[in-house]
């Protein structure tokens, strides 16, 4: 019953920009923190941004400036606005929803930079 299915990765060259988007289901939206993991081939999942429920946020050093989470509690979806990207981007990046010991992931979502 618990969904979350990512949309809006593709390819797209340095220094352009992609809008993600996480649609859910199933779970009670507006009490749990939800954020974006990504996962480079030979590489560990890593954070990329996270917003509670709250609305407090936390950013990678290696994205701030550049991306931009938000949540819309009506609609049960979170979104990363991603610009100026780089090859070092290149990654599936996935959907992420908790709260205390319940967490809940999307199949995730390619997003390549390229030229």
């Known amino acids: 019953q618990v969904r979350l299915v990512e949309s809006g990765g593709g390819l797209v060259q340095p220094g352009g920009s992609l809008r993600l988007s996480c649609a859910t289901s199933?779970?009670?939206?507006?009490?749990?923190?939800v954020g974006w993991y990504r996962q480079a081939p030979g590489k560990q999942r890593e954070l990329v941004a996270g917003?509670?429920?709250?609305?407090?946020?936390n950013q990678a050093d290696s994205v701030k400036g550049r991306f931009t989470i938000s949540r819309d509690n009506a609609k049960n979806t979170v979104s990363l606005e991603m610009n100026s990207l780089t090859p070092e981007d290149t990654a599936v990046y996935y959907c992420?929803?908790?709260?205390?010991?319940?967490?809940?992931w999307g199949q995730g979502t390619q997003v390549t930079v390229s030229s």
């Open positions: 992420n929803a908790r709260f205390l010991g319940s967490a809940y």
């Open positions: 199933g779970i009670s939206f507006s009490i749990y923190a």
């Open positions: 917003i509670s429920r709250g609305g407090s946020v």
